[in-house]
């Protein structure tokens, strides 16, 4: 008989973690380290648990009562998205990551090369895109896609330094996506050069001095402030300037297409993607930066942030509904009170987390339900046909549209 398998998950501790808000989701007892990223799902990297072993050896052993046949046949014996908590107390690296045909070239070429997986001379751990969608728990801070070239002109306007200058160059004789890409370029390039870090100490001196002679760019104006200070001398605090600066209030959403420029800059989010686990960074971190590889793999043309499509449903509206385009995954966010269950999808591979109060989950094909209090979170396989949510708190599920 099909069942509901609980799920313990991975939490990765990166430096830009906080320190207290996934201990806080999971009823654990803060250390003092970062805790940046809570992993649900069957990625090879860090693979969620389940009884007698891990949820990628449970999909791979029975994929079609696992998946369902329409996503097995699609993508094969892998659960096709990875969920994630996001917890950032500090900017995420200036990251993209790759579209379809860069990541299987990428990742082929460094196989070739003999790196093994999880070296850290990689930049293609597997040969997935990963298109992502954040909704957003608490307000949440970041930086993506490119500003209209006219509106990065008036940013770099009176500011000091080698670099901007450079860039305000490129940009005021080429405004088109190739003008966008040399002027990125040159700055994630500048990194290299043994006087980068006087150089943007120049340009932060000044964007310091505008801010307090009360600049009309103050929003952007504190993002390279926050992000010098973060990492002093890393010129990716000035490519901020030509990225769109978003905040989102809880339950609002933003979708990135693979090849789309972007940083997180703070805030609690459900994250929701392809299975990848490839990030190319240019900046803003202490990891490896292959400014090559990302330079090659973004889109630069100028646009604003993307928000998912959404749909409510319920008594109330509390259930909403977020649908990017993409095939890989959807999101389904429910706030769910004793007055009224709630429906999630009914088929497919599923994976549904409480983060607050508590549920349960009831499968009409398994016998036993599930209560997920806070933290916790289960799989349901295509195989437990449809599942509705009682109780009283709020929950979310991904699944594969």
């Known amino acids: ?39 649900l799902g069957a990625h090879p990297s860090a693979p969620s648990r389940v009884a007698g072993g891990s949820l990628l050896e449970l999909v791979r052993s029975a994929p079609d009562a696992m998946l369902g046949r329409r996503v097995a046949d699609e993508y094969g014996p892998r ?26 070239a990428g990742f082929n070429r460094e196989n070739r090369r003999g790196l093994p997986p999880g070296d850290p001379g990689r930049s293609f751990h597997d040969d997935q895109h990963k298109p992502e ?16 070239p006219r509106a990065v002109l008036d940013l770099l306007d009176g500011l000091d330094g080698e670099v901007v200058a450079a860039v305000r160059a490129l940009l005021g004789a080429d405004r088109s996506p190739r003008g ?46 926050q992000l010098a200070d973060q990492h002093p001398g890393d010129p990716g605090a000035l490519a901020s300037l030509l990225l769109n600066r978003v905040t989102l209030d809880p339950g ?22 392809a299975s990848s686990d490839n990030v190319l960074r240019a900046g803003l971190t202490t990891k490896r930066v292959d400014e090559d590889a990302l330079v090659e793999c973004a889109s630069f043309v100028p646009r ?56 349960t989950l009831t499968a009409k094909e398994c016998a036993t339900p599930a209560t997920l209090a806070r933290g916790a979170s289960v799989f349901a396989p295509h195989d437990a046909g449809a599942l509705q949510l009682s109780g009283s708190g709020h929950a979310v599920c991904a699944w594969v549209p």
């Not at 954040?134 to 993506?144: C, K, M, Q, R, S």
């Not at 509904?321 to 009170?337: G, I, K, N, S």
């Open 252 to 273: 609002q959403a933003l979708f990135l297409p693979a090849g789309e420029v972007h940083a997180y800059l703070s805030g609690l989010g459900v994250e929701v993607m």
């Open 79 to 104: 659960l096709p998205y990875l969920l994630k908590v996001l917890a950032a107390e500090r900017a995420l690296s200036l990251q993209v990551h790759p579209k379809p045909h860069a990541a299987r």
């Open 304 to 359: 604003p942030p993307q928000p998912p499509r959404t749909r409510t449903a319920g008594g109330r509206g509390q259930v909403t509904t977020y649908r990017a385009p993409v095939h890989e995954f959807a999101l389904t966010v429910a706030d769910v009170d004793p007055d009224e269950a709630v429906d999630l999808p009914a088929e497919g591979p599923r994976v549904v987390l409480c983060l607050s109060g508590e549920v």
């Open 180 to 225: 966008v890409k040399a002027a990125f370029s040159r700055i994630v390039a500048a990194r290299r050069d043994p006087a980068c870090q006087d150089d943007v100490a120049a340009t932060v001196a000044s964007v310091a001095a505008r801010l307090a002679a009360g600049s009309p760019s103050s929003r952007a104006d504190a993002t390279v402030l």
């Open 1 to 39: 008989m099909p069942e509901l398998y609980p799920l313990e998950n991975t939490v990765q501790h990166y430096d830009w973690g906080s320190r207290t808000r996934l201990h806080d989701l999971l009823g654990t007892t803060p250390d003092g380290a970062p805790a940046a990223e809570l992993w």
């Open 133 to 148: 969608m954040v909704v957003a728990l608490t307000e949440f801070e970041g930086l993506a896609g490119f500003r209209a």
